[in-house]
């Protein structure tokens, strides 16, 4: 295992992380006796396999449902000392029912103090407000701190680039938990200012998210050979020094396979990753154009100034993604969570564009006057079955 400096934690962090959302039971709470023998054992056999392979950060929350009260069962068998446990707690009006959720927390875990603990889900201007506010959530953690209950204080997001600068500019935190990968590297502003801040720079869900690698389209497949999608993506973050760790989902022991393939490569980097990006490029220039590759962002309303709330933007890159690379199914999961995604994945889809004038809004884009059709074009391409937050489920 590579090993990298955490920002100013000064913690030694594995360049990859055990996430803890894709393992566990249920997405609520239920009592122990109620949790499946077979469900457990896996769940162990992942965290041993995690351990053995030198990724000793463990990192869960509150919102996983029964993930911490199972992690409870075995993290307390290995010497504390070399374990780097990171749970995320989410922001509240009520800073007391903050710190009871916390609390909850420790006790599912079975742990004396949390190396790391994030406040989950900083997604909006209000939540941000509410995580800082003085005698807010922020002034709780200091407090537990104190007690030496924990380490340090992180903060996740979905939000977008803005409002992740501006809670990263408050100084008030020592890492981020963000999206940034190949297909979405919009937030690379905002890591560049993390690291202007010593802060350590965790990366959300790169293999998920970040494409539906672990079930690429033959595409993609094809377009990032010698490489698998996985090991190219993994290999592109990770290139980037002030990347520090990637967050893998393991929901097996398994899992871990092809990603260790990354690590004997990242020396190789600055050869490996230029053909493939090349590659990747010229692929979408063919089937999109140019000219649409380097403007269709410009102009686009955020969804809250557009009718009906249609995210533009988004479906406009998941389309772009389909039409590229046939990723076609990722398109899927994530359009048709639009509309249920609540703060996490804003606004809606566009199957409801009849009536809706957008003209106003687009006035700024150059494609303003195709992209109503464009949009029913993505609509005809990923529209299906509601998808839900795997929390929701």
């Not at 392979?53 to 990192?59: A, K, T």
């Not at 209950?149 to 100084?171: E, Q, W």
Request: aromatic letters at 10%.
């Amino acid at each position: 295992m590579l090993y990298r400096r955490f920002g100013r934690t000064e913690l030694q962090i594995p360049v990859f992380s055990c996430g803890g959302m894709r393992y566990q039971y249920k997405w609520q709470d239920v009592p122990q006796k109620d949790i499946p023998q077979n469900n457990q054992d896996n769940l162990e056999a992942v965290i041993k396999r995690s351990l053995d392979l030198g990724i000793n950060h463990i990192e869960t929350a509150r919102g996983y449902g029964s993930s911490e009260m199972q992690l409870g069962q075995i993290l307390p068998r290995f010497p504390r000392e070399k374990l780097i446990v990171q749970t995320k707690v989410s922001p509240h009006q009520d800073s007391r029912k903050f710190r009871e959720n916390f609390d909850k927390s420790l006790a599912y875990l079975q742990l004396d103090y949390v190396d790391l603990l994030g406040i989950h889900g900083i997604n909006t201007p209000e939540l941000l407000e509410m995580s800082i506010k003085k005698g807010g959530c922020l002034d709780e953690v200091r407090k537990l701190q104190a007690e030496g209950k924990v380490k340090y204080v992180g903060f996740s997001t979905h939000g977008d680039t803005h409002l992740i600068i501006d809670a990263i500019k408050t100084n008030e935190f020592d890492y981020v938990n963000l999206h940034w990968y190949w297909i979405n590297q919009e937030n690379w502003s905002a890591i560049v200012e993390a690291n202007k801040l010593d802060m350590g720079v965790f990366i959300i869900s790169p293999s998920n998210k970040g494409g539906l690698l672990y079930q690429p389209s033959p595409k993609l497949v094809k377009l990032c050979q010698p490489l698998s999608p996985m090991v190219f993506n993994n290999l592109f973050c990770l290139s980037h020094a002030q990347v520090h760790t990637l967050s893998l989902g393991a929901a097996k022991p398994e899992d871990f396979d092809e990603h260790l393939k990354t690590l004997p490569l990242l020396e190789k980097a600055s050869e490996l990753l230029p053909p493939i990006i090349e590659r990747l490029e010229y692929e979408a220039k063919k089937v999109l154009g140019e000219k649409w590759l380097k403007t269709w962002r410009r102009g686009l309303p955020s969804y809250q100034d557009t009718p009906g709330n249609v995210n533009i933007p988004t479906i406009l890159w998941l389309r772009n993604l389909a039409l590229a690379y046939d990723m076609v199914e990722y398109g899927k999961m994530r359009y048709n969570l639009l509309g249920n995604g609540g703060h996490w994945f804003p606004g809606q889809k566009a199957d409801k564009l009849q009536g809706l004038d957008f003209s106003a809004c687009l006035c700024k884009s150059p494609h303003g006057e195709q992209i109503p059709a464009i949009l029913a074009e993505a609509e005809s391409l990923l529209g299906g079955q509601e998808v839900k937050r795997l929390s929701q489920s």
